[in-house]
Every structure is written in C-alpha cells, then in structure tokens.
C-alpha cells in the first residue's frame, strides 16, 4: 500500500497509456499480463545458466506485467467496458500472477525454498485479507505496508540489484560451498549467514506480506458488525 497510494502522482503516464490502449479489450490486457509474469518467473528460474542477459530480461517482463495489470481497470473505464467478470479475471490472474513470479524464485538456485514458501504465504494472505473485506460488507481493503505495486517494483528491483551484485563480487554463478559465497553475489549478515538479493526480498513479502495480513483482518473485524 506504500506505493498503491501514490498512483494518483504516476496519472500522467497512466492516462494516455490507457487511451493509447483502449482498441484492445481489458481483459486481453489483463491475460497480457499474465503472460508476461510468465514469461517473467521462466526468466528468474532459468537466469543462473545466463544471469548477465537474464536477470536484465526477467526484470524487464515483471515491469511490463506490472504496467499491463495497472493499466487494464483504466482501460475498462474510459471505454465503459468494466464489469464484475473482467474484474473477477483480473483478481484471478493477478494471484496467479504473485504464485509464479515468486514461485519461480522459491525454486529457483537463487532462493532458499522455505524462504520462498515463506513469501507466498505472506502475499497470497495479503491479498486475500484484501477481498474478504469486500466480501463480508466491508468494501475492498487495500490498507497495509506491502500492496501489488510495492510487489512489483521488489520484484523489478531485485533481478537488477542481484546482478549489480555479480558483477561487484565478480562472481558466475550461485555458489556451491560457504567459501565461495564471499565471490558470487550473496550478501554476507554476519553469523555465517549468507543472502541473495532475491532471498532478501523474499523475507520482506514473507514479513510485511503477513503483517499485513494481520493489519488488514483486524481493520475488517473493526469494521465488521454481529
């Protein structure tokens, strides 16, 4: 929600996007984007083999999911073609969207599995907090630190600083042992413990996506009469 409550400051670039947008159906846009968060997760699982081209590429695909999903519910209203199904599909393929994006990375050589299990849970309670809201009567809740916006920009984010990070460390490859850590990219905390910038971000959605959560069932349960 940190981000999700500035889309009013990015209007200029959103706007004229939708217009030039608005021959297409929304929900093909809403599908686009999903395939791109497709596109995005194969590109984080297979960027080991080539993280030079692939984490540069991976990044690009989440940015591109990320503005095809802003853009679609803009593009259903100026055009008058919104509607509970396109929105059905768009909370759908959104969800979709979150488990294979962050998926990809939880079993990827990037991250630690149980780290990423971690962050799924974290953002699929987020969102479905979200909903409940609205399902119970008490409208669409998007309060919380950790909203779809703030999601993809970590996620865009990520890719890029992990490579930033091979090339300072001049490292190829995940490492294989703790030694050669301290050349491939992961960040040392101390304690023998080592990250990478996707585990990182995975322990933020981890936290905040369920801190969030609880954040969000409590607003409801205020909001919520017997």
Same mark, same amino acid.
């Given at each position: 929600?940190? =981000?999700?409550?500035?889309? @009013? %400051?990015?209007?200029f670039?959103?706007?004229?996007?939708?217009?030039?947008?608005?021959?297409?159906?929304?929900?093909t846009?809403?599908w686009?984007?999903?395939?791109?968060?497709c $596109?995005?997760?194969?590109?984080?699982?297979a960027?080991?083999?080539? /993280?030079e081209?692939l984490?540069?590429?991976?990044?690009?695909?989440?940015?591109? &999911?990320?503005?095809? @999903?802003a853009v679609?519910? %803009?593009?259903?209203?100026?055009?008058?073609?919104?509607? %509970?199904?396109?929105?059905?599909l768009d *909370?759908?393929?959104?969800?979709?969207? @979150?488990v294979?994006?962050?998926?990809?990375? #939880?079993?990827s050589? /990037?991250?630690?599995?149980y780290?990423?299990?971690?962050?799924?849970?974290?953002?699929? =309670?987020?969102?479905?907090?979200?909903t409940? &809201?609205? #399902?119970?009567?008490?409208?669409?809740?998007?309060?919380?630190l950790?909203?779809?916006?703030?999601?993809?920009?970590?996620?865009?984010?990520?890719?890029?600083?992990?490579? +930033?990070?091979? $090339?300072?460390?001049?490292?190829?490859? !995940? !490492?294989?042992?703790?030694?050669?850590?301290?050349t &491939?990219g992961?960040? *040392?905390?101390?304690?023998?413990?080592?990250l &990478?910038? +996707?585990?990182?971000v995975?322990? /933020?959605?981890?936290v905040?996506?369920?801190l969030?959560?609880?954040?969000?069932?409590?607003?409801? /349960?205020?909001?919520v %009469?017997?």
């Amino acid at each position: 929600m940190v =981000l999700d409550s500035k889309r @009013d %400051k990015v209007e200029f670039i959103m706007l004229p996007s939708a217009k030039r947008l608005s021959r297409f159906n929304p929900n093909t846009i809403s599908w686009a984007s999903f395939v791109m968060a497709c $596109v995005a997760g194969l590109l984080i699982f297979a960027s080991p083999l080539s /993280w030079e081209l692939l984490l540069p590429l991976s990044a690009l695909a989440v940015l591109i &999911s990320g503005f095809l @999903d802003a853009v679609d519910g %803009k593009v259903a209203r100026i055009t008058g073609r919104a509607s %509970k199904r396109g929105d059905l599909l768009d *909370h759908i393929l959104d969800r979709y969207s @979150d488990v294979v994006m962050i998926g990809a990375v #939880a079993v990827s050589a /990037w991250c630690n599995p149980y780290i990423g299990m971690l962050a799924i849970i974290g953002v699929l =309670l987020t969102s479905y907090m979200g909903t409940q &809201s609205q #399902a119970v009567g008490a409208g669409r809740l998007y309060a919380g630190l950790l909203g779809r916006a703030d999601r993809v920009v970590l996620l865009t984010a990520a890719p890029i600083v992990q490579a +930033f990070f091979m $090339v300072l460390f001049t490292g190829s490859a !995940p !490492p294989s042992d703790a030694a050669a850590y301290l050349t &491939s990219g992961w960040v *040392h905390l101390g304690a023998g413990i080592y990250l &990478s910038m +996707f585990e990182l971000v995975m322990l /933020w959605f981890a936290v905040i996506g369920n801190l969030t959560a609880v954040q969000r069932a409590m607003e409801i /349960w205020k909001k919520v %009469k017997d």
